[in-house]
């Protein structure tokens, strides 16, 4: 496409992990910087990024599926794909007419000039050897994201996120409490770690820091309130846990990445715990903190899962002080070892454990609701009225979100107390503030 010196309104969308939205907030303020304008909707872009995931094989598809709707409707859009899968598939999809820049995830922060120049750039992420730290000053949501490393060394043996964003590296303490401190400043109070493996931060270091370290400091600052991204199980120390409930910023809201709770199919994802270790961190972190939002990711009919392996992982899910699962079936990656391996597991039966699993999930977040009715807690209320009801919501240190029947303006982007009081109709968790 022959670039038009005007073209200066953009639309972005971002598939994806939480690390995926913050760099399209980061991209968003760089072009916003340089003169262009966020358009309306898609008929009065000019420009059309969207930052790319490929955790599955279906997101991949559905990147190239929306870039070619974009095009079929306005063929004049200029089309950006960037993020992981751009990443991954640059060499498959540089000749699809419907694509006009492809940045990889390293390239990414430098869209203002490729737009310019017209000149896309995937760089090797291997080659990428140290964290590309880019602030954000101009953030318009309730909570800011603090990016505090990139990249993964586990090498899971399902998992092509490593190939697309390289090997770890570690923002430093100086620039994570700059980031902190810009964010305090402008009034947000709530801030979330994030990362693609945020438990390997300080790893890569000359000296290498703990974790742990890390939320030492994070304590000291004018922050009020601050929660983790995923973690493996196994960087869950007693010692951590021990810090981070004796906090009154930390919110008691866990994310444990734990894909299975069989050891004969974690062996073969390529994780180093047991299923056991698992129930017993869900212990832990309980006996810990009052009402915990445990929350989980678990991947079914990896291959040869076999049907008494998935029972296990049941049973062991009904155990699991949890209190929600993300359900995820099995998808085939290129280049990884899992996608070589015998005994895939059809689609239906993937499915059919899906379905079963997400049942599970669903009763024990019902019973994790059920805990916290007639409780009093602190909620953050957002910055904005629900889209849906026009009345204020919040979210609870533990991952609840409460929505009030109030219309008092002035209590947006405040920490209020309320009682929870009951689940309506459609299903909203109410409370009033106390």
């Given at each position: 496409?022959?670039?038009?010196?005007?073209?200066?309104?953009?639309?972005?969308?971002?598939?994806?992990?939480?690390?995926?939205?913050?760099?399209?907030?980061?991209?968003?303020?760089?072009?916003?910087?340089?003169?262009?304008?966020?358009?309306?909707?898609?008929?009065?872009?000019?420009?059309?990024?969207?930052?790319?995931?490929?955790?599955?094989?279906?997101?991949?598809?559905?990147?190239?599926?929306?870039?070619?709707?974009?095009?079929?409707?306005?063929?004049?859009?200029?089309?950006?794909?960037?993020?992981?899968?751009?990443?991954?598939?640059?060499?498959?999809?540089?000749?699809?007419?419907?694509?006009?820049?492809?940045?990889?995830?390293?390239?990414?922060?430098?869209?203002?000039?490729?737009?310019?120049?017209?000149?896309?750039?995937?760089?090797?992420?291997?080659?990428?050897?140290?964290?590309?730290?880019?602030?954000?000053?101009?953030?318009?949501?309730?909570?800011?994201?603090?990016?505090?490393?990139?990249?993964?060394?586990?090498?899971?043996?399902?998992?092509?996120?490593?190939?697309?964003?390289?090997?770890?590296?570690?923002?430093?303490?100086?620039?994570?409490?700059?980031?902190?401190?810009?964010?305090?400043?402008?009034?947000?109070?709530?801030?979330?770690?994030?990362?693609?493996?945020?438990?390997?931060?300080?790893?890569d270091f000359d000296t290498p820091a703990d974790f742990l370290r890390l939320i030492e400091e994070i304590e000291k600052t004018d922050i009020k309130r601050y929660r983790l991204g995923s973690l493996n199980p196994l960087e869950i120390s007693d010692n951590l846990l021990k810090v981070l409930s004796q906090s009154?910023?930390?919110?008691?809201?866990?994310?444990?990445?734990?894909?299975?709770?069989?050891?004969?199919?974690?062996?073969?994802?390529?994780?180093?715990?047991?299923?056991?270790?698992?129930?017993?961190?869900?212990?832990?972190?309980?006996?810990?903190?009052?009402?915990?939002?445990?929350?989980?990711?678990?991947?079914?009919?990896?291959?040869?899962?076999?049907?008494?392996?998935?029972?296990?992982?049941?049973?062991?899910?009904?155990?699991?002080?949890?209190?929600?699962?993300?359900?995820?079936?099995?998808?085939?990656?290129?280049?990884?070892?899992?996608?070589?391996?015998?005994?895939?597991?059809?689609?239906?039966?993937?499915?059919?454990?899906?379905?079963?699993?997400?049942?599970?999930?669903?009763?024990?977040?019902?019973?994790?609701?059920?805990?916290?009715?007639?409780?009093?807690?602190?909620?953050?209320?957002?910055?904005?009225?629900?889209?849906?009801?026009?009345?204020?919501?919040?979210?609870?240190?533990?991952?609840?979100?409460?929505?009030?029947?109030?219309?008092?303006?002035?209590?947006?982007?405040?920490?209020?107390?309320?009682?929870?009081?009951?689940?309506?109709?459609?299903?909203?968790?109410?409370?009033?503030?106390?």
């Open positions: 496409m022959i670039l038009k010196y005007i073209m200066k309104k953009f639309l972005i969308k971002t598939n994806g992990c939480k690390a995926n939205q913050l760099e399209s907030e980061i991209i968003k303020e760089k072009l916003l910087n340089s003169g262009y304008a966020e358009a309306k909707n898609i008929n009065d872009a000019e420009i059309y990024i969207l930052n790319s995931c490929s955790v599955t094989e279906n997101a991949d598809i559905d990147a190239l599926r929306a870039l070619r709707n974009i095009k079929s409707k306005n063929n004049a859009v200029y089309t950006v794909i960037t993020g992981c899968s751009a990443q991954l598939n640059a060499e498959n999809i540089k000749e699809l007419d419907y694509i006009d820049l492809i940045l990889g995830n390293d390239d990414k922060f430098g869209i203002v000039d490729a737009i310019k120049e017209n000149t896309g750039k995937v760089s090797d992420i291997f080659k990428v050897k140290t964290f590309n730290n880019q602030p954000i000053h101009n953030y318009s949501k309730t909570r800011g994201y603090v990016k505090i490393q990139d990249g993964c060394n586990n090498y899971c043996s399902y998992c092509t996120i490593p190939l697309a964003r390289g090997n770890s590296r570690s923002n430093n303490i100086e620039n994570i409490l700059e980031q902190i401190k810009i964010y305090s400043d402008a009034n947000i109070k709530e801030i979330v770690l994030t990362g693609i493996h945020i438990g390997q931060w300080g790893e009154e910023k930390f919110c008691p809201h866990f994310h444990l990445s734990l894909q299975s709770l069989n050891d004969r199919v974690l062996y073969n994802m390529n994780r180093h715990y047991s299923a056991q270790e698992c129930l017993e961190l869900t212990d832990k972190i309980e006996q810990h903190f009052n009402i915990p939002f445990i929350g989980s990711d678990i991947i079914v009919g990896f291959p040869d899962e076999s049907d008494e392996d998935f029972e296990i992982t049941c049973n062991n899910a009904i155990k699991a002080k949890l209190s929600n699962i993300h359900v995820f079936p099995y998808s085939i990656r290129r280049n990884t070892k899992a996608a070589e391996m015998k005994n895939q597991v059809p689609e239906k039966v993937k499915h059919l454990r899906a379905e079963k699993l997400h049942k599970i999930a669903n009763e024990k977040y019902k019973n994790f609701i059920e805990k916290n009715i007639g409780t009093t807690a602190e909620i953050l209320v957002e910055k904005r009225p629900d889209k849906h009801t026009g009345f204020p919501k919040g979210i609870t240190k533990n991952y609840l979100t409460i929505h009030l029947n109030d219309t008092n303006k002035d209590i947006y982007n405040t920490i209020q107390n309320v009682r929870i009081e009951a689940v309506d109709s459609i299903g909203h968790i109410t409370g009033k503030i106390i």
